[in-house]
C-alpha cells in the first residue's frame, strides 16, 4: 500500500513539474477541456474540469507520448479504477472517496479471465 500511495505521489510531482508549457482549455457543454504538454510539445494530462474541480476522464502521458496513467475524477476527487502503466507491467488501483482501497500488479503474461 505504501509503494502504491509513493508511486502516486512520484507520478503527480513529475507530472506537474513538467508543465512548463502552457495548458489548453477548451469549453465543452458544461465541462472545461484541459491539456497539459511537456516541455517538447508532447500532451502530459488531458482531462475535464466541472466547477473548478476534476471531472470525468483524466489521462497522463509521459514525454514520449506513451500513455502512463488513466482514470476517472468525481467533483475533484480519483474514483474507481484508475490504471498505471510501468515498464512491462500494469498496477490497476481502486479508490473509493479519493482513497486507495485495493492496488493489484499485473505482470506481461499474466493471465486474465472474462465472465459471460
Do not use: C
Not at 497522463?60 to 476517472?72: D, L, S
Not at 507491467?89 to 479519493?98: A, I, K, P, Q, S
Request: charged share 25%; hydrophobic share 40%.
Amino acid at each position: 500500500m505504501k509503494k502504491a500511495v509513493f508511486f502516486l505521489a512520484v507520478m503527480f510531482a513529475v507530472s506537474v513539474s513538467a508543465q512548463d508549457a502552457k495548458p489548453t482549455f477548451e469549453k465543452m457543454g458544461k465541462m472545461v477541456k484541459a491539456t497539459y504538454f511537456h516541455d517538447n510539445g508532447e500532451i502530459a494530462q488531458t482531462g475535464y474540469i466541472l466547477n473548478g474541480k476534476l471531472h470525468g476522464d483524466w489521462v497522463m502521458f509521459n514525454v514520449e507520448g506513451e500513455k502512463i496513467a488513466t482514470g476517472q475524477y468525481e467533483n475533484g476527487e480519483r474514483t474507481g479504477k484508475w490504471f498505471f502503466w510501468q515498464n512491462d507491467g500494469l498496477r490497476e488501483v481502486d479508490f473509493t472517496g479519493n482513497r486507495i482501497v485495493q492496488v493489484k500488479n499485473w505482470n506481461e503474461g499474466d493471465a486474465v479471465t472474462i465472465n459471460k
